[in-house]
């Protein structure tokens, strides 16, 4: 699991650009794919326990080593949620300690 600061850049649905920080990125070998869990940039100054989290899977994309968080993809399963919240979990609780 990567933890560090990384800002990466979502459009979403309307084709509106956003900044956002990355909170952690890491693997599923359940799943075949990776995945990153982002928030707004600024969210973290309005309200700590408002943040909303999002997620997304994706694949790196190999041919080019700069850009390495690929294409960014949906989370489509309930299992994958129930498995994002999972880990979603355990890094709040250690961020706690």
């Known amino acids: 699991m ?19 920080e990355v909170l952690f990125t890491f693997e ?6 990776s995945y990153v869990l982002y928030y707004p940039v600024g969210a973290e100054n ?3 326990d408002d943040i909303e989290i999002h997620a997304s ?5 190999e041919e ?3 850009n390495e968080e690929g294409e960014l993809q949906p ?10 919240e999972e880990m979603l979990n355990t890094f ?4 706690e300690e």
């Open 75 to 84: 989370v489509e399963t309930d299992e994958e949620w129930d498995m994002i």
């Open 92 to 95: 709040m609780a250690e961020d």
């Open 2 to 20: 990567e933890h560090g600061e990384k800002q990466i850049t979502v459009v979403d649905e309307d084709g509106n650009e956003q900044l956002c």
């Open 64 to 66: 080019n080593e700069e």
């Open 57 to 61: 899977s994706f694949v790196p994309n």
């Open 28 to 33: 599923s070998e359940e799943f075949g794919k």
């Open 46 to 48: 309005d309200d700590e």
